[in-house]
């Protein structure tokens, strides 16, 4: 029997508190990990609030986790103790309906999420599916790792989905917690990245993350053209936007994808997708694979979040910090 130390939100809305509970024994597909950093999302902030109305309570907030194989269920064949692992979003589906069997469980009606149907990595440890554990390769530092696993994934994912490879014009709308990785791993990749931001200051920051150009935003439209049309744009901020403006920037075929949410409804002119065969689409997180592919691709080619660390017990000043937006870009826990 192993007790979990970890902070927990006890109501909606209600400060983080140290709270306990007890693992008696693993599942065979179980591991039990010890937590060495977990990354602090947004979508962290909303479950403690119970924005989505899916909180359950005590709520042990934490899915972008990096951490130590301690022990391993009976089933367990791809892992051992000392393995160093990471765990996002998504703590289980049902891999047996069509979108498990064609590799895309991320899509599964019957997924669940980590913080949605179990405890997460505000913690000593945590028990977790070892199937929805991902080993890292060494050249990711434990502090960057945790944001790949949820921010990370989210815009790479979105990025293959929309059609990108190498050798495309991509914009990416909004310079922070996921737009500075969409920039890096459409740049690296050997992709023309614009990027679309507010303030000179992340214009700046755009460029030295790899964008090859930076368009001011004004009134909530940019304040020119790109050079040439976008194959891609890509919108990562959560503000409604003009969706017009930006479909008029993509060329015939060209996509726009959102991972930002906006609770406000889109209102969608037919005309700007008819006349060049545009697309809107919007992405979740990855697949399995994706996560893999993703995880080396991050290794291989330098990609890194810019994070700023905390130590687990100053969990309340960070994430007063994720809640002013004055993080640049991800909060990380160190436990």
Known sequence: MIKVHAYAALGPGQPLVPWSYEVVSLQPHEVLLRVQACGICHSDIHMIDNDWQMSRYPLVPGHEVV?????????????????????????????????????????CDESTGLITHGYGGFASHLIVDSRYCFALPAELPTEAAGPLMCGGITVYSALRAAGMGSGLRIGVIGVGGLGHLAIQFASRLGNHVTAFTTTEAKAQEANRLGAHEAIL??????????ARPLHIVLNTAPAPLPV????????????????????????????????????????????????????????????????????????????????????RYRAVLLV
């Open 67 to 107: 951490g130590e194989v301690v022990q391993c269920g009976s089933a367990v064949s791809d892992l051992s103790p000392g393995t160093r692992v990471g765990v996002g979003w998504q703590r289980s589906s049902c891999g047996r309906c069509d979108d498990c069997l064609r590799g895309q469980d991320h899509l």
């Open 217 to 226: 935003v004004r009134d909530g439209k940019p304040t020119r053209r790109p």
């Open 244 to 327: 017009e403006v930006y479909l008029d920037l993509l060329g015939s075929d060209g996509v726009l994808c959102y991972v930002g949410v906006t609770t406000a409804p889109l209102t969608v002119p037919l005309w700007p997708l008819l006349v060049k065969r545009r697309r809107i689409m919007a992405s979740p997180i990855g697949s399995r694979a994706t996560i893999r592919e993703m995880l080396e691709v991050a290794a291989q080619f330098g990609i890194r979040p810019c994070v700023e660390t905390f130590a687990l017990a100053e969990v309340q000043q960070a994430i007063a910090k994720v809640r002013q937006n004055a993080v």
